[in-house]
Each structure stands twice: as structure tokens, then as C-alpha cells.
């Protein structure tokens, strides 16, 4: 099982991520993020929104303020 230990803002709407087996990547959700069209991403859309990025130490993955967060299995998919 895999899970985020560490993330960081890089730019746009690029996020570096650490998980739990040593691996690092670079995500960048833009297209991801401006395609999608559930109303609970769009605080997304505005990238001082999407800065606000943290790790939920309770999930063991990224979330929002908004509650929008992404499995860790998918992360590491990217």
C-alpha cells in the first residue's frame, strides 16, 4: 500500500509529492483541474486557492480546504 508522506506548491498548478516507498513526482493538474466540472473543484480553478494544498496526515494523502482530496493510489498513477 502506498501513501503521500510529504508535499509541496511548486507552481501553476504543479505539486510535488513524496510518498512512503521513497518516490517523488511532480504532478501538474492543470488540465485535470480546469476540465472538471463537479462544483467542489472549482475553489481549485483559482490558483491561490489550489496553493493551499496540504497533507492529511489522517487519509495519508492531499487535500483542500474544501475537503476536495485525491487517493494515493491515483497520485502515484500520474
Not at 483541474?33 to 489550489?50: A, C, G, M, V, W
Amino acid at each position: 500500500m502506498v501513501w503521500v508522506v510529504d508535499v509541496k506548491y511548486i507552481k501553476d498548478y504543479q505539486i510535488w509529492l513524496r510518498f512512503n516507498d521513497a518516490t517523488e513526482k511532480v504532478i501538474d493538474f492543470k488540465e485535470k483541474i480546469l476540465s472538471e466540472k463537479r462544483p467542489i473543484f472549482t475553489p481549485l480553478k483559482d490558483i491561490e486557492y489550489f496553493k493551499m494544498v496540504s497533507l492529511n496526515r489522517e487519509s495519508d494523502t492531499i487535500q483542500w480546504p474544501n475537503g476536495v482530496d485525491i487517493a494515493p493510489e491515483t497520485l502515484y498513477s500520474f
